[in-house]
DNA sequence: CTATATAGTCTACATCCGTAAACATTGAAT
DNA sequence: ATTCAATGTTTACGGATGTAGACTATATAG
């Protein structure tokens, strides 16, 4: 059933996604006016994000009279876990436990976040290894 | 002081920064090697990616006979942490908690680095908001 | 019905990126 | 000295990105 190959998300577009995640859906002028405000767009410049969006199957479109109002078709917290996951893929593994404890520190966390994130630490801790080696260079053991 | 425009490094030249931050140094001939095996490059490709960083800055060459020898400019942890501050920044502020959540549920972590994680979180406990609102739309409060 | 505003589609364009071939230079082997 | 192989430099090229103008179609006001 044609897993439709990996929707990448850029960075203008992305804005363009949070707005439409959060409002649940938008219409390009309602967006316009949004991203002018906040990004300080030009309308045409939000007309070719949405055109973009479209084509890479990140919104739908539903025409209602002249205009389309435009709807997600992939979910924001999935597509976030994802960009985090790509990227700390790319990172040293060795490193990935400072960078989150760096990442920590400058973010701001509610208390439930807090709670959450320890009782996953905690459930974690059973099976963590002592250390977990670079894999920076190919083959295996190496640094 | 000329604070040279922060450093764009692309993903592709990543890899290459990684095995330099991991060996100190490394001859192009070395990284060819390297990079033939761990990413199925040719040579050609990794002499761009070595060029492309030395003209960004990220690299420095210096003349050893006929070949130079390569040594990272910036350091690895805060290019790392940069990175992933930067993705986090365009992030849906009302969610990073989770997506820290499910991202900590993936990764491996040392030992250390959970009982590192634990004590920032214990720390930050203290002055916590109860609740992280949502930051996609302009304005202040709205969704 | 007709003109206009508004929304959508097409075109543009410089730059970056991934990937690499072609060309030039030079240290080293003979 | 001459030549070759290794190393660096230049050029290439299609696709993605950020940013936006131009052109087109049509709902709606009058």
């Known amino acids: 059933m044609e897993a439709q190959t990996k929707i990448e998300i850029s960075d203008a577009e992305w804005e363009v996604m949070r707005v439409t995640w959060t409002l ?3 219409t390009s002028s309602q967006m316009a006016e949004i991203m002018a405000e906040k990004m300080g767009w030009k309308t045409a410049t939000v007309k070719t994000l949405l055109g973009r ?5 990140a919104l739908r479109a539903e025409k209602h009279g002249r205009a389309f109002t435009y709807y997600p078709t992939v979910d924001e917290q999935p597509s976030m876990d994802e960009a985090v996951t790509t990227l700390f893929g790319h990172l040293c593994q060795m ?7 760096d990442l920590v520190t ?8 807090i709670e959450n994130l320890q009782a996953t630490l905690a459930q974690k ?4 290894p002592v250390t977990v080696d670079c894999d920076c260079l190919p083959g295996d053991q190496h640094c």
Not at 53 to 57: C, D, E, T
Not at 95 to 101: D, F, W
Not at 106 to 113: A, I
């Open 24 to 26: 649940g859906h938008v």
């Open 53 to 57: 969006l479209i084509k890479k199957g």
């Open 95 to 101: 490193r990935v436990g400072q960078t989150l404890t």
């Open 106 to 113: 400058q973010l701001t966390l509610s208390q439930t976040d």
């Open 125 to 128: 801790q059973a099976t963590a």
